[in-house]
């Protein structure tokens, strides 16, 4: 008699029909290590079938058609056909031991992590480059282009040092100390890394353009940004960032970027000295800097920590009271033990005139999506949240129709400016946008609590990298939030966190609370508010 073993106790096994590409129950034949289905919704074992009926040509043939995998167990299977056992059965065991392979396999499938540029919530309307967008990806390169020191060169003359940079045309660093004394420090390449540049510059050598933050003005009517044309502070070569190519591909940043010829120049009033290794190094004009979150981007206390500058060689020290100054000992430059130029998951970085924000791979996997703000949307829609004025019920835009809604269009339709939330900074009540309690200043009387403050439009918040939720579920959508003054909505972490942050303010303007949204400054007494919906009957 047929031993038979009932298919249904076997939760994760799947047949899939040859004859139709739908998933259909059926019988599994164990023939020596091969495997067949019939109808009969029962597991058969082999040694227990007529042994006619299960040749090994057959069976053979049809281990190429079946896609689900076995192993070895029980005395019933055939000792003799290990070479049909090695064809048929992947060694499951070997890629236990290789975890992680599969995804280096492909080289543009590895992602190192994220830049986001800080003031554009999600998008740059005005810009015509692929090279310049809001957030850049950093990916695994197909071919590796990092690069490291190799020699350094004591020149009598840039003559001496261009004759010297023609005969070997790699990349290289040269410090012009005086009219008679030049260094060059000469790179090679650097098979293990990728490099990604970062600067103003429209050349090829450059991956990501970054240009200066517009701030715009926060209006009665909403968020205006202004079309004064300054002189940029950003540097066109600002920086580089070297990512190792195998995991946990830690990246490092550096201060200046090689240009089209694969040079560097630091000229005589750049400030350089002669690290512990005895090479030379030194800073750029505007510098880059950088901080580290005390607690990482998503600790709940996380806060700023101290602002440090980059050297052309990694190096990273502490600022003195100026910007273009770091802080000299008699011994020359000395490094902080305690502070890397290796990025973090929140890492800031600061290029005198844009800041950007690093999201590692890991910290990624964690952030809301955009489909979890789209959802957060749909839940205020879903309340019905009314004007106390007006009377009619608000409409919160979706994340993917519009950024901010004109209040001068026409008021004939549903997405009417009447319609349109706006706040009471003050306090926190959520209104439509409507003429009552004007007063001098912009500033309206809450008919509600008769607070007098802001009366600014509700924006969403729409990049995701910038948020510090990590729980992220329907279940747990976050009550909003918003900035001061603004008015962009976000989680109560999320404006928390931003809160105590503080980001460089051009060369010498200090240090301030930011919305990372717009980049406006925020309120130093009260930065964040609590939004107050009065619900639908």
């Given at each position: 008699?047929?031993?038979?073993?009932?298919?249904?106790?076997?939760?994760?096994?799947?047949?899939r029909?040859?004859?139709?590409?739908?998933?259909?129950?059926?019988?599994?034949?164990?023939?020596?290590?091969?495997?067949?289905?019939?109808?009969?919704n029962?597991?058969?074992?082999?040694d227990?079938?007529?042994?006619?009926?299960?040749?090994?040509?057959?069976s053979?043939?049809?281990?190429?058609?079946?896609?689900?995998?076995?192993?070895?167990?029980?005395?019933?299977?055939?000792?003799?056909?290990?070479?049909?056992?090695?064809?048929?059965?992947?060694?499951?065991?070997?890629?236990?031991?290789?975890?992680?392979?599969?995804?280096?396999?492909?080289?543009?499938?590895?992602?190192?992590g994220?830049?986001v540029?800080?003031?554009?919530?999600?998008?740059?309307?005005?810009?015509?480059?692929?090279?310049?967008?809001?957030?850049?990806?950093?990916?695994?390169?197909?071919?590796?282009?990092?690069?490291?020191?190799?020699?350094?060169?004591f020149?009598?003359?840039?003559?001496?040092?261009?004759?010297?940079?023609?005969?070997?045309?790699?990349?290289?660093v040269?410090?012009?100390?005086?009219?008679?004394?030049?260094?060059?420090?000469?790179?090679?390449?650097?098979?293990?890394?990728?490099m990604?540049?970062?600067?103003?510059s429209?050349?090829?050598?450059?991956?990501?353009?970054?240009?200066?933050?517009?701030?715009p003005?926060?209006?009665?009517?909403?968020?205006?940004?202004?079309?004064?044309?300054?002189?940029?502070t950003?540097?066109r070569?600002?920086?580089r960032?070297?990512?190792?190519?195998?995991?946990?591909?830690?990246?490092?940043?550096?201060?200046?970027?090689f240009?089209?010829?694969?040079?560097?120049f630091?000229?005589?009033?750049?400030?350089?000295?002669?690290?512990?290794?005895n090479?030379?190094?030194?800073?750029?004009?505007?510098?880059?800097?950088?901080?580290?979150p005390?607690?990482?981007?998503?600790?709940?206390?996380?806060?700023?920590?101290?602002?440090?500058?980059?050297?052309?060689?990694?190096?990273?020290?502490?600022?003195?009271?100026?910007?273009?100054?770091?802080?000299?000992?008699?011994?020359?430059?000395?490094?902080?033990?305690?502070?890397?130029?290796?990025?973090?998951?929140?890492?800031?970085?600061?290029?005198?005139?844009?800041?950007?924000?690093w999201?590692s791979?890991?910290?990624l996997?964690?952030?809301?999506?955009?489909?979890?703000?789209?959802?957060?949307?749909?839940?205020?829609?879903?309340?019905?949240?009314?004007?106390?004025?007006?009377?009619?019920?608000?409409?919160?835009?979706?994340?993917?129709?519009s950024?901010?809604?004109?209040?001068?269009?026409?008021?004939?339709?549903?997405?009417?400016?009447?319609?349109?939330?706006?706040?009471?900074?003050?306090?926190?009540?959520?209104?439509?946008?409507?003429?009552?309690?004007?007063?001098?200043?912009?500033?309206?009387?809450?008919?509600?609590?008769r607070?007098?403050?802001?009366?600014?439009?509700?924006?969403?918040?729409?990049?995701?990298?910038?948020?510090?939720?990590t729980?992220?579920?329907?279940?747990?959508?976050?009550?909003?939030?918003?900035f001061?003054?603004?008015?962009h909505?976000?989680?109560?972490?999320?404006?928390?966190?931003?809160s105590?942050?503080?980001?460089?303010?051009?060369?010498?303007?200090?240090?301030?609370?930011?919305?990372?949204?717009?980049?406006?400054?925020?309120?130093?007494e009260?930065?964040?508010v609590?939004?107050?919906?009065?619900?639908?009957?």
């Amino acid at each position: 008699m047929t031993k038979t073993i009932d298919l249904q106790n076997i939760s994760k096994l799947k047949i899939r029909s040859r004859s139709s590409s739908r998933e259909k129950p059926g019988t599994l034949f164990v023939t020596n290590s091969i495997v067949r289905a019939n109808s009969n919704n029962k597991l058969l074992h082999s040694d227990e079938l007529n042994p006619s009926t299960s040749t090994s040509a057959s069976s053979a043939s049809y281990s190429t058609s079946t896609s689900s995998s076995f192993t070895d167990s029980g005395p019933n299977l055939d000792t003799n056909n290990n070479n049909i056992n090695n064809i048929i059965y992947p060694k499951l065991k070997a890629v236990d031991q290789k975890e992680g392979e599969t995804r280096r396999m492909n080289a543009t499938s590895i992602k190192y992590g994220e830049l986001v540029v800080l003031g554009y919530n999600g998008s740059i309307s005005n810009s015509n480059s692929p090279r310049r967008k809001s957030k850049f990806m950093l990916k695994r390169r197909d071919l590796p282009n990092g690069v490291k020191p190799a020699s350094q060169h004591f020149v009598q003359s840039s003559q001496e040092a261009d004759n010297l940079i023609q005969k070997h045309p790699n990349h290289s660093v040269t410090y012009t100390l005086s009219r008679n004394q030049t260094v060059v420090v000469q790179y090679s390449s650097d098979e293990k890394t990728d490099m990604f540049q970062i600067g103003r510059s429209s050349e090829s050598a450059i991956d990501f353009i970054v240009l200066d933050t517009q701030v715009p003005q926060v209006t009665s009517s909403g968020l205006k940004t202004t079309n004064q044309h300054q002189q940029s502070t950003i540097s066109r070569f600002s920086c580089r960032i070297i990512v190792d190519r195998e995991y946990p591909y830690t990246a490092r940043i550096y201060a200046a970027g090689f240009d089209a010829s694969k040079r560097i120049f630091l000229g005589e009033k750049a400030t350089k000295w002669t690290n512990e290794k005895n090479e030379l190094d030194g800073v750029t004009t505007n510098g880059v800097l950088i901080m580290h979150p005390t607690s990482g981007f998503t600790g709940v206390e996380s806060k700023s920590s101290e602002w440090m500058e980059v050297s052309v060689g990694g190096a990273v020290f502490s600022l003195s009271e100026t910007r273009l100054t770091p802080m000299l000992s008699k011994s020359g430059h000395i490094s902080n033990p305690n502070k890397s130029n290796i990025l973090r998951d929140g890492t800031l970085i600061d290029l005198c005139g844009a800041t950007l924000l690093w999201r590692s791979i890991e910290g990624l996997q964690r952030t809301p999506t955009k489909h979890y703000l789209d959802m957060n949307l749909e839940y205020l829609n879903q309340l019905r949240p009314q004007c106390p004025v007006g009377l009619k019920t608000l409409i919160f835009a979706s994340a993917g129709v519009s950024n901010q809604f004109d209040l001068s269009a026409s008021t004939s339709s549903l997405n009417s400016s009447d319609r349109v939330p706006m706040v009471y900074l003050k306090c926190g009540h959520v209104h439509g946008n409507h003429d009552w309690g004007i007063k001098k200043d912009n500033e309206r009387e809450c008919p509600l609590c008769r607070k007098v403050g802001p009366y600014v439009q509700l924006v969403m918040g729409l990049e995701p990298s910038l948020f510090t939720d990590t729980d992220i579920n329907i279940a747990n959508l976050f009550k909003p939030y918003a900035f001061k003054p603004c008015g962009h909505m976000a989680s109560e972490k999320t404006c928390k966190y931003w809160s105590r942050i503080l980001v460089p303010q051009g060369t010498a303007q200090g240090l301030c609370s930011i919305c990372p949204f717009c980049a406006v400054t925020l309120c130093k007494e009260q930065p964040f508010v609590k939004l107050i919906f009065q619900e639908g009957v």
